[in-house]
């Protein structure tokens, strides 16, 4: 067995690394001056990589491309990866790995780290997930905002990072102290308080309404963008009273009133009971100890205010203090002229945190791409300022992840008949209810492996298939996207679905288990036995399975979940293709064992993928 070593063990990568050495010193400039773009071939026959480099070097080198291609492949030291290269056409270099090699980088990743080496990196990754709003109950936006940023955290923890999930929850700020005002004057019963009644309160103290006038006449003033107009718009109706009661409240909810405190809690906590519930069902690693909500800052505002006055970065206007930029007309409102502070402050509070408290050089905001702009300004500012270092100096990457809506089959955002808000809780029973509909009429059928099992074990399975069918459906597009909930597609078994994928892993599993095989959960069934690569779709599995690596870090360089999605699926094809055209069970020895070891392997790698997913395997379907 080939030992594991700290080296990438994916064939583009040692392919790379390869080319750049030979091109370097035909052309004598540096190896990193030299992208060999080396690419699976778009031809199997022609081999199973190319290289296209020498078409766009030869001209500056003053050479002919195909004479640059020979020389290139004349010097390229492929010993122990590939036979010797072939130039074809106007200077493509063909590359076929060599069949034992293929074996060996297959057996080198056969062990529970499947071929993935960690990131040696001091700093930490924040991600910015799920982000609820106190008062308010989880709608379908919120699955978005958690199970991305959930499957990125994933990644990047597979990737050996330290990572810091982050609720940036909604729990502070006029629209709770109206509801808490609210639910007060009511008298209320806070200890059975439930998230509906909560609902309720928060829609009529939103009704009646927060007038801040002052605020609005600021932001329109100084030429506030849309997204900050409407954020203030939306307080300015209203009854008076209602909003000078709610006023009072914050105001000794800022200053510390206890008794106020104490019944803020079980407002929060009510709402944080719901959130957690879902994160189970949804198979999101999400608790207490991600909860950092913008509570926590209350007592960093001033300081970012007074930070950005001093360095003459922030003016006032009108009353209100405002950052401006170079490139554009629209100012960042930081402190309105009441003294109040915004959402704005609180994200230039917590990315400072987040940088430089958490350490991060990655902070990862997944959140609807309609905040871009607010984003945008929040991030520029932190750059001026200099709140994008951490505390060593290093850049820290700031990304928005801003992802599209969910639509109804109307390509309107998704609601209810009446027209309200798709409840999260209620999309996800309906989902679960679909997938347990499926897994038990398949159960139905003597043959299937479910055939006979207990009710709860079917009820599990079900639930796997339902909450797999949404979150794959939703991580397989590109994350800006919008896309149409449709869960007749989702949860179907064919096509480029979740399930398709979870059935793929768990009929491979049934047949290890047919050739006798003790089937360990996540180490190799067949540690041993040798692996031999010969028919055309052995071959191409081979090659699937070695992408692994490549394709995780990727995903964590792009953040797009979806390219894992694209990877699980050929997977899962270039296994059905091999078992269709190879036999298995009946293959002779060694080919059976190599052949087991492979499917095997196949197995836990597909099982590994969709725990990136954050989406469970079950091992019968
Ligand atoms: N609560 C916010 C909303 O519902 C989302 C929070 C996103 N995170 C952040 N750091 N701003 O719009």
Redesign the pocket.
Known sequence: MAQPSDELLDPATMLDRRFRAAISSVLGIVPEACDPQVRPSGDPRHGDFQSNAAMSLAKSHGMKPRELAERIARTVDLAGIALAPEVAGPGFINIRLDAGALASMLEGMDDARLGIVPQRRIHAVTI?L????VAKQMHV??LR?TIIGDCLARVHERLGRKVHR?N???DWGLPIAMTLAALRRRGADLDRLTLPDLNVAYRAAQAAGADDPGGLAAARATGCGPHRIAELEAQHEGARAAVEEAKSTLLRLQAGDAELLRDWRKIVDCTMREVFETAVILNVRLGPEHSRG?SFYRDRLGIVVEDFLESGLATEDAGAIVVRFADRERPLLIRKSDGGFL?AT??LA?VRFRVQELDSDRVV?V??AR?RD??KDVFDACRLIGWDRTSDGERSELVHLGFGAVLGADKRPLKTRSGENVTLASLLAEAVARGEEEVRARAADPDAATHGLSDPELHAIGRAVGIAAVKYADLSLEVSRDYVFDLDRMVSFQGDTGPYIQYAHARIRSILVKAGLEVPVDRPALPDAPIAVAAPSERDLALALLAYAGVVEDVARTLEPSRLCAFLHRLANAFNAFYHDCPVLKADEPTRSSRLRLSDLTRRVLADGLALLGIESPARM
């Not at 799920?130 to 709003?133: Q, R």
């Open positions: 910015d799920c982000g609820v709003n936006g919120h905002a982050e940036h929850l909604g913008e959402y609180t994200d917590a905001y959140v609807d905040q607010h984003f």
